[in-house]
């Protein structure tokens, strides 16, 4: 289960996250989306608190950075821990624990890579479970 902190300061918002971002974090992370002020123009989400993810989390995650910029919002995520990297790297196929995946996010095109694949895992693994929102 993910928790959400929303912190405002000027014209920049701070989502914190805690637990574990998994199937059930699309609302979650809906709802602090919600939470983001009209005048806001940064976003930055905080992962330190993200211990673990699955293919459904990392879904969410890209959907929630898609919809920020959408509402006109620069996003940086930062405070990527071991296992979410692990997960972009295996999605990626980017071999070795030193992939630097967290840095690579900010890339649009490693994003849209990451998407692609992540989806089509989740295909693969859970045809009679999906992502819920």
């Not at 993910?2 to 974090?25: F, P, Y």
């Not at 123009?41 to 211990?51: A, E, P």
């Not at 030193?98 to 859970?126: H, K, P």
Request: glycine share 12%; hydrophobic share 45%.
């Amino acid at each position: 289960m993910i928790i959400t902190d929303v912190r405002h300061g000027g014209s920049s918002v701070l989502i914190g996250a805690e637990g574990k971002l998994d199937e059930n974090a699309g609302a979650v992370l809906q709802k602090a989306l919600d939470d983001v002020s009209a005048d806001a123009r940064d976003l930055v989400l905080d992962l330190h608190g993200v211990v673990a993810m699955d293919a459904c989390g990392l879904l969410h995650l890209l959907d929630l950075h898609r919809r920020a910029e959408c509402l006109g919002l620069r996003v940086l995520a930062i405070g990527w821990q071991a296992q979410p990297q692990q997960l972009m790297a295996q999605v990626a196929g980017i071999p070795g624990p030193g992939s630097s995946t967290g840095e690579r996010y900010g890339v649009a095109g490693f994003r849209r890579l990451i998407e692609q694949r992540a989806q089509r895992a989740q295909d693969a693994n859970c045809v009679a479970r999906p992502c819920s929102t």
